[in-house]
Nanobody, 123 residues
Framework: QVQLVESGGGLVQPGGSLRLSCAASGSMLSIKSMGWYRQAPGKERELVASIISGGSTNYADAVKGRFTISRDNAKNTVYLQMNSLKPEDTAVYYC?????????????????WGQGTQVTVSS
């Protein structure tokens, strides 16, 4: 069973930094893309940043220049370094990945979600 486990959320003051981590575990053949989404109260879930296996990245306009996504393929882990945090960054952050698992019954990439980690930016 493939699982995504996030860590690193918490409370931080405006202008501060946090680093989120998401580790994929279980029986996996390949991870194509990994990324972070967020959902604020009363709003839809939105893409924050994504990274494919080759290293190409994509960011939401709201976080460009402040957030950096990276991944360690050897550890099946994706990171989100968040700097210059603003109150509007407050949300539950979800890890997302496209993973091919031999236990899925079919050899294709399946989309998985983590359980979410709360990030609160407040003074």
């Amino acid at each position: 069973q493939v699982q995504l486990v996030e860590s690193g959320g918490g409370l931080v003051q405006p202008g501060g930094s946090l680093r989120l981590s998401c580790a994929a575990s279980g029986s996996m053949l390949s991870i194509k893309s990994m990324g972070w989404y967020r959902q604020a109260p009363g709003k839809e879930r939105e893409l924050v940043a994504s990274i494919i296996s080759g290293g190409s990245t994509n960011y939401a306009d709201a976080v460009k220049g402040r957030f950096t996504i990276s991944r360690d393929n050897a550890k099946n882990t994706v990171y989100l370094q968040m700097n210059s945090l603003k109150p509007e960054d407050t949300a539950v952050y979800y890890c997302n990945a496209d993973i091919m698992s031999p236990n899925a019954g079919v050899l294709k990439y399946i989309n998985y979600w983590g359980q979410g980690t709360q990030v609160t930016v407040s003074s």
